[in-house]
């Protein structure tokens, strides 16, 4: 008996030291917007899936990149045939279009492919802010106010009448379509920015109540999710011309934001503060049925209330985004390439349902 269990027993030891083989699975689109920046002779720093790449092959991992190309059939047959153990998907969009994302992630679990990061449900539900907004309220995620109005109806709270507003597309990320117009001040301003958020984005708008307080980003990791330190980003030093919020402008058209954010002492310090974020951070993530990691957008009032602003699951893993800085700031601290590795590993962790055809 005895020698019949010890091999059996040094094998699964060997097997657990094994490096889980990956692919890297990202957005082709990525490398093109890249190579015109070169040839334009601007800067452009390495892709997050060349970084990813870099760190895990360090690391021992056994690491190839598959770059995402429309039409989806010729995607899903390299997806068939892909063997590594593990897609880690950095994938945010497809030719660009950022409202794939989730279906990459749908198509991935109907192959039954493990891979990294949140499945397509939680992808939906983050990337409809309007459905997100409806989930906060149910599990009593403080959010600010809202309304949603299409070309025939408003749903939400329409008696949003105290201005300022900010008025949103519900379904776009990375600020497109959020700049200093978002934040109106009358009933005419806020008319126009409604008709032209349904004539440029085809959706609905989403009208909040404008939370005049501190940009944090938090970072959540893990499953269960643990909070990292809070990131901030002071927009009080924003041109005086420019409301405060993180709009195209302040993201992308100077180099405002650059070595401007921080992990704020005051707040990390304030125990009280501090568990009213957790406390919003955790619930979102739940609310929307995030899993690995997300970084979660808030503002902090004077009065200490975190409002929740929106939750990106699958955040930018660049090693100089807000979700590295977070990490590097952590107890204990996660370097890039350890943040990384832990994202393969929790993935890695996760229960697969069994296939119907028992393979
Ligand atoms: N209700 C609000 N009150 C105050 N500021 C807001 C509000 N909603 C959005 N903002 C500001 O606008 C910014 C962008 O909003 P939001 O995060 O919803 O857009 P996004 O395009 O999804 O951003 P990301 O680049 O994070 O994907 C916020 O970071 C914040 O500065
Ligand atoms: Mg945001």
New binding site residues.
Partial sequence: MRRLLAPRFHCTRFVAAVKPSITILYDADEERVRDEALAKGEKFPALVSTQIDDVLTKRGYTVKKLAAVAPIKKLVRQLEDDDSDLIFNVCESLGGEGNEERRIAAVLELLDKRFTGSGSLALTLAGD?SLAKKLFEFHKVKS?EFAIITSDRVEGNPTIDRFPL?V?PIA???????NAK??VQNVGELMERVFFIHQEFHTPALV??????R?LYVAVLGNPQVVLPPIEWD?SKLPAELP????TE??WENDFKEAKEFVPKDIVADEAVMARIRDAALGACGALLIRDYA?I?M?LAADGTP?V??V?PNPWLDNRAEFAMAARRAKPELSHGELIERIVQLAMARTMRPRADGK
């Avoid at 776009?172 to 959020?178: L, P, R, Y």
């Avoid at 909040?208 to 307080?213: A, L, N, T």
């Fill in positions: 802010k600010p900010i949103k776009t990320d990375a600020s497109i379509g959020i978002s934040v909040e109540e404008y939370i005049d307080g940009e927009l405060r919020i993180a709009g302040a993201k970084r957008d503002r409002y602003i929106e990106n």
